[in-house]
């Protein structure tokens, strides 16, 4: 293991929730706010979505956001020490039967959530509930690659990285399996362009192919801090789609409605998604 991967494990087994956390959090969200990382992306991004917000609200919605970034941190590193915590940090959950219900058709459930608060709590939850796999991208810094795995290492979802055979994330849907994506990213050149918060930008097509091949149910997912180590889980109804005999013409269709599902997440907690992402690089020119 990584020497500094290692450091870093053991002054995150000091960190508790409480006064250590709050005081560490502090210390971090003044350092973060001071050197404001991508802070110009975050205020042209609010500006995108929500056309005509005052300087005070947009700046608001920057700040919160950074707060929320640093306690994702912080819950990670002192959930590492004791995973058993993560239970009493749950505080509450809705639409466990959308799950249950996508489960019993037999054909998978496609998961597709957000960046939104503490988004790799994902991986501990869902493991709890099902055979599941994520799709993820890893860090091309092995310092950060290392040390997000020993973070993630508490949940019991097989991690497939983007660049291996989708085949194998098809196969935990075959086997009536959850197959959980992070779909409110830029695409890029792997993606199409479909309205996101009314403009046409960059989107990932992952939930839409995947569904289409296998029939598998997509549900919408989401993470809310409720307060530092305090989280509620939302499962929402079912996205609804017909197989049409144009492959290309339904997965647009998926992909938009998709679009729109997790505009609805971001629009009940907007500080707690990360706006420091370049989401509209065909407006932005990023």
């Known amino acids: 293991m990584n020497w500094k991967v290692t450091v870093s494990l053991k002054l995150a087994h000091l960190i508790k929730p409480g006064w250590r956390a709050n005081s560490l959090a502090a210390l ?6 001071l050197i404001g990382p991508r802070k110009k992306v975050a205020r042209e991004n609010i500006e995108i979505a929500f056309p005509g917000i005052t300087k005070e609200n947009r700046d608001k919605l920057v700040a919160q956001s950074y707060e929320s970034m640093i306690w994702t941190g912080i819950e990670l590193l002192a959930l590492h020490k004791d995973p058993s915590q993560f239970d009493e940090w749950v505080e509450h959950i809705s639409g466990l039967e959308y ?6 058709k037999g054909k998978g459930v496609i998961v597709v959530a957000s960046h939104i608060a503490n988004w790799e709590f994902a991986n501990i939850w869902l493991g709890k ?11 091309d810094n092995l310092f950060q690659r290392e040390l997000i795995a020993e973070l993630r290492s508490p949940g019991k979802v097989h991690l497939i990285d983007k660049k291996e055979p989708m085949t194998r994330a098809l196969s935990y849907l075959k086997k009536n399996g959850v197959l959980g ?8 050149e792997e993606g199409i ?3 996101f918060f ?17 029939g598998a149910t997509i549900l919408p997912f989401t993470f809310f801090r409720v307060a530092p180590f305090r989280t509620k889980i939302m499962l929402e109804p079912p996205i609804v789609w017909k197989k049409g005999p144009d492959r290309d013409r339904t ?3 998926i992909t938009i409605l998709v679009n729109k599902a997790l505009e609805k997440q971001v629009l009940r907690s907007p500080g707690q998604w990360l706006w420091q992402h370049r989401r509209f690089r065909e407006i932005t020119g990023d």
């Open 28 to 33: 971090l969200i003044w350092l973060i706010k």
């Open 251 to 253: 997965i647009r269709e």
């Open 198 to 214: 009314g403009h046409e930008t960059g989107t990932v097509i992952g939930p839409a192919v995947f569904a289409y091949l296998t």
């Open 193 to 195: 362009k479909v309205p």
């Open 129 to 139: 509930q099902a055979n599941t796999a994520a799709i993820v991208r890893e860090s």
């Open 181 to 188: 994506l992070m779909s409110d990213q830029h695409a890029g």
């Open 99 to 104: 799950m249950k219900e996508a489960l019993e």
